[in-house]
């Protein structure tokens, strides 16, 4: 997949955009007020029982890297699907990115906005037949928070206090503060359960050889090459959910694959069981009868930077212009081969906090050149810019400097790559440029990062006072509804002074052979990540 | 026309050799006739471009083909008819019966196997020659051209010889399997002239030693008079004159053999005597005159020159001449 | 000849001394630092601890000539240091992937030697002729075909539509030979024909000049045949430029292993370039550049000595 933010970026997440990463602070009450923690009794806990799942056979999956370091908390990690097949975290996302689905954490009981205790599953084990309980959990955090452990994440527990261990399977967490975006974190690296016994013997070997609690186990790896991972015959989530057979397939093997093309090669010559498609492979892969091909909304959206402060882009006539000389539908048509949706604003339409109000800014021409005459530049402008230079940025820049051009805009864009365009991000040495975030969790990440004086990704170039007092009121609410309230309004304010130019949100497809079975379209789609981990593929007569 | 001499070693009958450049054919040897007689020593004269060296390669069928092409002609070699014979035939001649000397002794070794491998080639291919036999052989031969210490010089490389000793070498070589005849296209042009007697006065004693015939290729009349028998005069790919040594010397009846003499020293004449160079350029071989080829230049030229080729003639002593004019006249 | 190889050491180690240099400096002139090339667009990157936290675990918070003495120290005592990528030891990550890599060379430099000498041969000797303009056509199509589209092509060719090769991956020879040889067809004769053709261009054109020279002719004069004019006479001094062409084609094979190894999914020492690059991994991309200079100055000394054998008027130049 060569998407253009980045396109290793994408490869932590390539198999699909709903996996992996979810940092995101929910409502406090939304745990307390389950009814009942119980696997079975989650919305997502529905199998169809009619389909007599058969186990074995070897899943043969392609990664464009390696993962890198299996330590999660290590950087980099290259491959988070394959992450997530050894590895469990404590809380999961739901069908609309928020951190509500518990895992391995089995209840949330916030006592004060400041302490919550967490009551874990019974019956877990790690792959080193360790138990999974309180003190593990525990030994984790405060390794991960300990600087002498060189985790890339620690950052993202600065807000706790301390983590006790109340009893086996009970832990209290003590905040600095109040901290909406504790579920979050739970959902994301820090939450990734490790084994605390593995950690406390090497260390360092845990980075090739991790210990996790997951339907496979890490077997053997030959980095750059393959990592093959053996079924866990003990994972607690079979007998949790009465599925004893569960995972069902023997094991897992992850080749390395880096040119995409050659991943479908590898796919339609039956080396590998699913792959995630380069957009232009999509058309091809739907017409083959060996295949069946699924397509989903993936979390991420696309869009053309403005230099808000320092640019003649401080004039909102002009941006607005920019933004209405664009032709959306043209550009996915025709550079995304039809896979994405029309962007309104930052969030995708189906994440909670995306304000359904907003409608995709209207391609007009006509008012873009009334609106470049208003402002005095009816002759004609010059703006400079950077974006991406793989294929497909390339592809899309053309696109659009093509469409600036027909109303009088001259964008003269350099290609580039990400390393070399951070520095011109940084000294804000650009107008109009590549935009957009990847995978968008947490509600409060991107925008920050984009439009907060903080953010790792603003660097001065947005300074838009409605929307800072917003996101800092974002980020203290606790209320899930008042919450999210904000984050609309948020992105009205944004809408509304055409801060960026938002193109489409990403949309994804992967092929399965069609010996794979068990996909259930509609589940995924509601439940997303708690669907795919609760409801294992399979072989049909359970043979590759 | 030269009469036939069945008793000849070599003859050639109407030689022609044409070369093709991008401009066109080009003519080199234009039914060029003449005969070797057994041991005899004989020159082939004539200015650069004359087709003189490509009548000594057209003799082993070493013309280079393309561009090069024998076009017409017979050479008889023994009871031989070479250019009608299998590759085998004139391959088993090579190097063998007739030994070829080249102008530039630097390039025609190969500079990166040693003076003993090359020299000993000729006679492990026609001589059968191996081991000690052909060590021995080599390092007579060596002793034969006056080489100090053979043995270590077998050892050494062409660029560790100098320019005369390369060529003593290729002579040497040129002796090995005894020949018939050496054809040698102007084997001292390329050295110091203060050794280019000493060369040539030891080609002509071995030629003398194996009684071997020499076909000297030259455009020195120098060396002519001191060294052939009889003497061929070539222009612009043809035999213009033919005569002994000194006949050619005493009276020359081509006024081509005329303008050599005179352009070159000589011994027997007042030091006031002018040298008096041929005026004008050789003629383009892509755009030969009509008539005789040496009308243009000539000062004798009549209009019949310019219509019509003169043939070789043969008058007393066997003096022959092509020339429509009695320069004694 | 032991001078003569005395000196091209010599040189070899002096270029190898500014190589080391040069490289240290290059790799810090690129825009952008690894930790911004590796996490721009990343979720964390707002969090500046993230980043600092990584900058000082790498040492590149310090000031580059600082980094540079204490690298050097630690390269030459074999501590090549940790990958940013993989957390492996670079050292073990080139023993790991040489083997691979150099499988791959010497399996296409003896395709190519396979292919391109008897063809530069042919051609040679058949000049002007069906086979000759068969040869150099080949030797066109074979150096002008990008390497990456080949292999695409040839990928679906035979692994897709005719499966007799796998696709992409890669299986260690002492591990399965079959496997290992099935594995490496395809990536060898991509990178081999493009090595070839530009030998055979060469052989050919080199062979037909020796063909022109004077010592040729003598070689002809003495009564050999053609076959043994070649074999005795044109061969070994037509190998000179040809030495020549072999070993700077064993220093591009380099840049051909860049694409083959990524497109065939191999894991050796190009595609760990690749991958160094692209995250910007610095102890990996210095060693690498350290190794490729390495193997072109190692080639180059193998060519001059080889030259010094061939040629014997070399030897004395010294």
Known sequence: ?544 | MAKTAPEALLSVRDLTVEFATDAGIITAVDAVSFDLQAGEILALVGESGCGKSATALALLRLIADPPGRIANGEIHFRDRELLSADDATVRDIRGNRIAMIFQEPMTSLNPVYTIGRQLGEPLQLHKNLRGDSLLAKCLALLESVNIPEPRRRLQSYPHQFSGGMRQRMMIAMSMSCDPDIVIADEPTTALDVTIQAQLLELLQAQVANHRAALLLITHNLGVVARYADRVNVMYAGRIVESASADEIYRTPRHPYTIGLLRSVPRLDQPISEKLLPIEGQPPNPLDLPSGCAFHPRCPLAIDKCRAEVPALTRHANGHAVACWVDVRD | MGKYIGIRLAHALVILAIVVVLVFIIARIIPGDAIMAAMAGSVDLHDPSVVERVRHQYGLDQSIPVQFAVWLGEFLRGDWGTSIGTGQKVLDMFVQRLPVTLELFVGATLWSIAVGIPAGILGALKRNSAADIAVTTGAIIGVSLPPFWEAIVLIYLFAVLLPIFPPSGYVPFFEHPLLNLRAVVLPTFVLGTHAGGLLARYVRSSLLEVLGQDYVRTARAKGFSEAAVIARHALKPGMIPVVTVIGLSWGGLLAGAFFIEVVFAIPGLGRMSVDAIFQKDYPVMQAMLIVVSLNVLLVNLLVDILYGYIDPRVRVRG
């Open chain 1, 1 to 544: 997949m060569d998407h253009d933010l980045d396109r290793r970026e994408f490869t932590v997440g390539f198999l699909t955009a709903s996996f992996a990463l979810a940092l995101h602070p929910t409502a406090a009450g939304a745990a307390t007020e389950s009814p009942s923690t119980a696997v079975l009794d989650q919305p997502w806990a529905v199998w169809d029982e009619a389909a007599k799942p058969m186990r074995g056979g070897i899943f043969r999956i392609a990664a464009a890297q390696y993962i890198g370091k299996m330590n999660p908390n290590h950087w980099p990690v290259l491959d988070w699907v394959s992450m997530g097949y050894f590895h469990e975290r404590l809380m999961m996302n739901d069908g609309s990115y928020n951190s509500t689905v518990l895992w391995l954490a089995e209840k949330l009981n916030w006592e004060s906005p400041q302490e919550v205790v967490m009551t874990l599953r019974e019956g877990v084990t790690f792959h080193d037949g360790s138990p999974f309980d309180a003190k593990s959990v525990k030994y984790q955090i405060d390794w991960i928070r300990n600087p002498a452990s060189k985790t890339w994440d620690a950052g993202w527990l600065a807000q706790l206090d301390a983590v006790e261990v109340v009893d086996d399977r009970t832990l209290r967490w003590k905040f600095k503060m109040p901290w909406a975006g504790f579920n979050g974190v739970m959902a994301n690296v820090p939450g990734y359960v490790m084994s605390a016994k593995a950690l406390q013997d090497d260390v360092d070997k845990y980075d090739s050889q991790p210990v996790g609690t997951g339907p496979y186990i890490v077997e053997e790896g030959s980095p750059d090459n393959y990592l093959k991972l053996k079924r866990n015959p003990n994972w607690w989530f079979a007998k949790a959910s009465s599925h004893p057979d569960m995972p069902y397939f023997d094991g897992i093997l992850v080749t390395i694959v880096p040119d995409p093309a050659v991943r479908l090669a590898n796919l339609r010559a039956g080396k590998i069981d699913v792959l995630l498609l380069d957009k232009s492979q999509y058309a091809v892969a739907k017409t083959d009868p060996g295949l069946n091909v699924h397509r989903y909304p993936g979390n991420h959206v696309m869009a053309l930077r403005f230099n808000n402060t320092k640019s003649v882009f401080q004039d909102i006539r002009l941006r607005k212009a920019v933004s209405h000389a664009i032709d959306r539908q043209a550009l996915i048509a025709g550079t995304q081969f039809g896979l994405a949706r029309l962007a309104s604003c930052m969030y995708p339409e189906d994440h909670w906090c995306h304000n359904p109000i907003l409608k995709p800014v209207t391609y007009d021409p006509d008012l873009s050149k009334k609106l470049l005459a208003e402002a005095g530049y009816g002759g004609g402008l010059t703006v400079k810019g950077y974006f991406n230079n793989t294929t497909m940025g390339q592809t899309i820049a053309e696109a659009v400097k093509g469409m600036l051009a027909q109303v009088g805009i001259d964008w003269q864009v350099d290609l580039m790559a990400p390393a070399a365009y951070a520095t011109r991000m940084q000294k804000m040495d650009y107008d109009l440029a590549q935009g957009g975030w990847i995978w968008i969790y947490d509600p409060d990440l991107m925008p920050t990062g984009l439009y907060h004086p903080q953010g790792g990704f603003n660097f001065g170039r947005s300074k838009n006072d409605a929307a800072i007092a917003l996101i800092e009121a974002g980020r203290k609410e606790t209320d899930l509804e008042r919450r999210r309230a904000i984050y609309w309004q948020l992105e009205e304010v944004l809408y509304n002074s055409y801060e960026d130019a938002w193109l489409w949100w990403e949309e994804t497809a992967t092929a399965y052979r069609k010996q794979v079975e068990g996909w259930n379209q509609e589940g995924f789609l509601k439940y997303q990540d708690a669907w795919f981990w609760s409801h294992p593929l399979w072989f049909k007569d359970g043979k590759a």
